[in-house]
């Protein structure tokens, strides 16, 4: 046990030293430095890239490609609107006051930049495989991009482990401490369940998983979506309080009151910043993995779409719960993560209704991450082996998915958060350096509709 309990030590360590202000500031500043040189793109054309996504959904005539705008979108929206978007929101507000939510959302804007740039090289950069199918995303732009083979296979090893493990064991066990506190169901009952419905759809490959989260993905968003909004419509005299105090505490130390500690502003902007790049996986990697199987003929298309993903994700869905959590006045009340979210939600609706929302939406955010995952971890084994592993790897992530439902967890957790941070690395170094190549697509792109 002493033994275990060092190497976990030493890998917590590792996690907070890797994920310390350094990596934030690399991420935001990477968002930064494209939203600059695509001189704001995520703003002016915000309405046009939803437009893209939501109305016309896939081009007109032929594209290569195996999914379509929409289906992709979702297939990446599935891997990042998760357990973050309830409990690690919930988990700023608490430790670092209703500002960490402002900051939260600076993130998310920035991050659509780096989105689109991802989306961009993806598509530019992507390939076919043996059997027709498209493959892309940081392992391509890196080793054709930059001609750097040895940074392209680090990226896919570390993103080949963490789909084990922030991608597959931590979201089964989510899922089966959610059932068993809300349902009494037995955690190897919901992972056997899990493991049997995650290989009805991902042993069928992208086409199917697209299929699968353009459904699933916008009825679990919408239901949460409504679950909020009526908690805001019955606390709606508190909404312009709840604003003041987002921004007010964003630069302002938050003292202590009730349950809660109180917060310097460097403590609310580090937690609002982490929590936004976790939740919205922005300029780590993965989302691009999705972005290349999609049905397009140009690469700035589906980077339009794929930005909105930043934007529901951390924009829409983040602030939402982050507003029924300030405007219930649940944040002082000591608690944090999950617990804190569902007390919010329970005072804002009849009975303990609130806690049903909470454990159907976890329920719902995590088994969609897995999907996502799933798909994210089969491309990097592939780019590393081949695909003669694909299908040994589809009935392998299902037996972790098992597994994870009933076992402690610590060590994988902290294992898959270093991994999770060290991909960004790798991709942050080629959206910098191939930054240009975005830009140019871009212009080529807009001198075309003009």
Partial sequence: MGIDRTILNLVQTASEYIWGTPMLVLLVGTGIFLTIRLRGLQFHGLFHSLHLAFIQRKEDGASEGDITHFQALMTALSATVGTGNIAGVALAIAVGGPGALFWMWVTGLFGMATKYAEAVLAVKYRERDDTGAMRGGPMYYISKGLGWRWLSVVFAVLASVAAFGIGNMVQSNSVAEAVLATFGIEPWISGLFLSLITGCVILGGIKTIGRVTSVLVPVMIVFYILAALFVLATNFRAIPETISLVFTHAFAATAATGGFLGALVKDTIRLGVSRGVFSNESGLGSAPIAAAAAQTRNPVTQALVSMTQTFIDTIVVCSLTGFVILSTGMWTSGATGAELTTMAFNAGLPGNIGGIIVAVGLILFAYSTMLGWSYYGEKSLEYLFGSKLI????????????????????????????????????????????????????????????
């Fill in 391 to 450: 299908r040994p790897y589809r009935i392998l992530f299902c037996i972790a998915v098992l597994i994870g439902a009933y076992t402690k967890l610590d060590l994988v957790w902290a294992v898959a958060d270093v991994f999770n941070g060290l991909m960004a690395v790798p991709n942050l170094i080629a959206l910098l350096a191939l930054s240009g190549v975005v830009v140019a697509e871009t212009r080529q792109h807009y001198r075309k509709r003009v």
